[in-house]
């Protein structure tokens, strides 16, 4: 074992790729708890910026809890309308006040920051939602607790002491199904809707699979106001359908049946139909931490943390450090040494330590056959000491949203 | 006495001009207490406008009510920021739903349009304000308590039913300094600002006539990015100034003093600088009905209603009718008949008889020196007969946002 | 004219009680409106004492606004529910944050104790109405903007100065028909209601009076579960309409006709019928200062403040201060100096001066036949006078919770 | 495999209790994310019980979203106060109206009953919070979105059709790591706080085991008024220390560490001192489904659902049905089967086919020693076939309370 408490060992149990049965999960960027999620981290980073452009480091702050109240909408083909607005309410608490080097008080624009984050998060991932009458987003941001005794600012940062006892886990490689399931929100979320409108951001989607049998089940929210009628509704599925499937067998050699929504009911005419793309607009509230874990995915078939990594102040929160952190080893740890099927890094605290020497670094490995675990270990080892020597740059990817957090 | 129950009568006091004290008061546009009539009207007129459009007429509603809780802000000479939001909640109730012919129930976008309302109207006349940002604008539409008797639609307007109690009070001309102080205001928020970019929406004028010297006492925010030092703010509070005296004494014979920010401390640095140009920014709350009486004063000398006019139904709504209206009767009597110094005309309604059938209409008539009341009391009494036969329209004005409610 | 300004002079119209037309309302205590007047007044006593219990004196604050939203009820005879709570949102400023002589920093909880007397004024006012259940009491309280500095404390009270320029009217004694208003409705919520139990505070009574005929329009708002069935409704209209019509033909020799919830219609069965014995239960929103003058009525054929009197700091707000004081004037005038009929008096603030010496303190008598104001203008000037000098006792009176705001 | 799916199988890892490292979490009743967890699921209980007593059945409604922002306090040794209050907001949606066979459209008071709910709950849970002052809830339940196509009413219920592809998991037994770390909480917030009050209810237990040494960090709000000195307080720490020992030694032979508030500095003053005995007073915000799973414990080395458990509709949710069922199960197998060191189950639903009939129904188990899976197989899948087929019982003992959610 390193200084860093490291510890590589064999799991006893197949890698989740060759398990029986693996089911997956992931709320895309327009589900409602998703857009918490993505409220919450803007926010986030929004309130590091602040402080870094006006105090030189960041201050105490954290922005975890955003809360979404569904609203009433009357979708109609061709275009129906917002009748009452999603209530969006921001909650946490955020350092106002600082001391310039000449004894001044400066007052600084915590809510303001904070609700122009939103605005911007919002028009960015869901445009058909109007700012301010679609939906109405409110804060309440309390004072922060005193001193954040992390110092992180223009002249470096020092590794700052855990102040909590706290956990996070990584996974690497995704499996099959965990890509494609990645894969495809992003693919429809991105140059898919760009090319086809009618498609909004509120795409969940449920992969199952059984041996070599993969099943995709996708909840896609349609936008009222490109959809003139049921054809072109029922085109819209098939059309998603489609393309999914593409995708899936793209990489996958495993069979592959794609159905998208499928509670819709033609003769009901009870359809997945909006008007701003987003189910938040009618009956479906959200809040941060109820979704995507750290990685993009939830994964029931993997130990995960259940703190909710957006929102959280990247400095100092050891629960977000280590979840971000893990999956960054992790990935390293199969890009750069061969013969891994699976690995997985857990991460422990332990409170008053500098949080790049962890109580516990313990690191599964699943390895091919044919490879030994005392084959690699020296090297995943040196990669997780790595990666934690280098402990500060997580908060310095978060700050400039390099790091994914849901 | 008429069939409308129109009495005119000699009043047994001076005109108000012609009284020994005199004061008068105007809440600017951008006070608090104004911003939150402008938006109860502006949500009003929306609304009316969304029933005629969609169902062809107005259904219940009242919007008579708006809160505003005031942010904080950090002005500063060159530009400051709005720190903490203004927080405006649109209150009343209004009808959601209404069914076509064929039994489909349909939903009204009751909500949006408010805050839509809210939203033109608080940009127009505060553009520094940023919408969402620096005021935060939430709803609490109430259900509509049931039917709205009275009919007001496409196809012509039935005059209604009086449903309380109410009294109306309007008064023609105004006084000297009632003038001033108006126009006063009106100029400044109109072609001076267009000018002189610097003054900001909150102008309290404050007039008070003691014999033939009117003292004016005005309140003027400044906006701080357009004023870069003490030095220019002291410019701008000189101009003001100078255009309230010019403007005065254009318009009276008798001695005018003018002081603009009084309780200014340029020792202090204790200046009334704002950074959107509304005292909304920091400490000063507001709400319906607080401020401008119907005529757009605050005018203690005369008999005043307590009605908030602004915001309320303007179809069925008596309070807000009748005061409309009298002010609108005692201008034309004044406008059409000469001789008359000073006219007053009140209209208390009667429930359950139609409200162009007043229970009473009283006109007091102060004259000028040498006519009787006998002389022109037919005619007066004949104007108000025509103007109470017209009562509709002072509906479709209010609707078409052509009269003034504060 | 005396070194407080004083001026006593004789108005050239009759007094009130001798015009042929006068109207009078009162909106009883549970009435929305009022409901708001009298939270808001709690909210600044409950604060005046607590900065006086904890820091000595009284510290800046002002919380005149209240922001009622009716809920929704469904009363039903034997007993109804409220299905949705009424929302109150009290909005104002409260200095937060003390220092003690030695430096020390403490918190006060003035949102706790607004709150509370919130609460306990609620539960007092409006008993059936469960706090925190069928109320949602919410509260926004921004920050003083800095120093009150009139001192009013412990080692007693110096005479603040003008911090603005306001105005304040009195009037004495009331007409019969005023007298008639207020006791009938004091009555009716006092006595009357403690042997009745059906009946709810929210009493609204306008008296209308033609030459010596007086009309009472009472609306009075039944408690459902005291309310077995339409006959015992009808009883309890019946019985209020005997106790108001007694209770004033004891007060005047005019003739009196009484009708109490006109509006009702027995066949439709729509009667004001309520689970809590307020219109805010559903449909009637309300906020402070839209009601009652600070003598407990509205009065249009009197000059009014349009100034809220309720809520306000007692200590150096100049508006209330003069609203109370010159109630307080007129009613010493009256009282001490026979032979008026009609006094009234209009106290100016001039900024920067002591509020003992305002720039203007009017006093208009209507003296009974064979008194010339000649005759008891000295004695009416002493009061003026001396109420004047006592001006801190208001304060005082105020924070004791003895004076009358609305 | 059975009809319903059912397949028991060994799986490929140690028990949990085998294991190296172990981490476990529980988040008392008094933490702001469990009090969240705790109001939803009694909203939700007492919906439920409100659409039985009214219209026999419940109707649709979710109340799954709860957010808690936290407050400011000022605690102090022999008693401190609140000085702002915490905010809840209760939301979700629930069924408003209903017809009764005459065609009758009734309201029901869900805002009510739901702010009742909350009320009762955080009186038994927080007694020292006072409700409406220390702690403001308001409620935001919008309109249900239709029929619950799922009848459970007085006449017995139906198994519903599954409408979701949801997944839920359960484990048992609990490891001696697990067991005492839950019993640890529920005896210090139950027996333990009896006695000794100044342990407030905000108790949060981690349990970390490597091989055979469990260290139990607690950290434990104490409520300031039964706290008369610092000496008083490091007795409270040492006491609760002690007590915590004492249970876990008598529930295991491993070696025991235990930490009570090991974030104290006694130096600084800094110590974990509540008015109300929880974080929500100051600082620490909360919100549903982000602690404890549906067995009461965070698990990071069992699978775990992200669903959150508390306050979803227990009639037709199937995320909650298979995680409250899941867990039943997996207790009762090995309750009734001997020779099982682990077993987990594991439900995926399918859409349109009664929830009694799952997509899969795994069952994974560790044997003894000396115990193979064939020997207890057919034992095993009996009781998983029997649970499933009495699944709406879980519905049933949901509404009665008589189920852990969190």
Do not use: W
Request: with cysteine; aromatic share 4%; charged share 30%.
């Amino acid at each position: 074992m390193s200084d860093r408490n490291i510890r590589i060992e064999s799991v006893d149990r197949r890698a989740v790729e060759d398990q029986e049965v693996e089911i997956v999960e992931r709320k895309g960027i327009g589900h409602p708890d998703s857009l918490c999620d993505g409220i919450a981290e803007s926010v986030s980073r929004a309130l590091s910026n602040l402080y870094l452009d006006r105090v030189g480091e960041v201050l105490h702050y954290n922005t975890d809890e955003t809360q979404l109240a569904a609203g009433n909408a009357a979708p109609a083909f061709g275009g129906g309308e917002v009748v009452e607005p999603i209530y969006i309410l921001l909650v946490g608490r955020a350092t106002r006040k600082y001391e310039t080097d000449d004894g001044t008080e400066h007052t600084l624009p915590v809510d303001s920051v904070a609700l122009s984050a939103a605005r911007d998060y919002l028009n960015e991932v869901v445009p058909e939602l109007e700012f301010g009458i679609d939906v109405v987003v409110d804060v309440r941001l309390g004072e922060g607790s005193g001193d954040l005794q992390t110092v992180f600012g223009e002249e470096g940062a020092a590794v700052p002491m855990a102040n909590d006892t706290s956990f996070g886990v990584g996974h690497a490689p995704l499996t099959e199904t965990e890509r494609i399931v990645l894969d495809a929100e992003e693919y429809l979320n991105g140059p898919y809707a760009e090319r086809n409108p009618e498609l909004g951001p509120d795409i969940k989607i449920m992969g199952k699979r059984e041996g070599d049998d993969i099943d995709l089940t996708v909840a896609a929210a349609m936008i009222d106001r490109h959809i003139p009628d049921m054809a072109a509704y029922r085109d819209a599925v098939a059309k998603v359908r489609e393309a999914v499937t593409d995708l899936a067998e793209d990489r996958t050699d495993r069979s592959v049946a794609v159905e998208v929504n499928t509670a819709d009911d033609y003769d009901e005419g009870a359809i997945y139909l909006t008007t701003t793309g987003t189910s938040a607009e009618q009956g479906d509230d959200g809040s941060v931490g109820r979704g995507n874990r750290a990685n993009g995915l939830i994964t029931p078939n993997r130990p995960m943390s259940m703190e909710a990594t957006s929102g959280k102040n990247p400095v100092n929160h050891i629960g977000k450090i280590y979840n971000l952190l893990s999956t960054r080893i992790a990935e390293a740890v199969v890009e750069e040494v061969p013969g891994i099927r699976d690995f997985r890094v857990r991460l422990l605290s332990q409170i008053g330590r500098p949080i790049d020497q962890p109580h516990v670094a313990d690191g599964f490995v699943v390895t091919e056959d044919g490879v030994a675990v005392a084959d690699i270990e020296a090297d995943v080892e040196a990669i997780v000491d790595r990666e934690l020597a280098d402990v500060t740059d997580v908060t310095r990817s978060v700050i400039d949203g390099d790091l994914r957090t849901f």
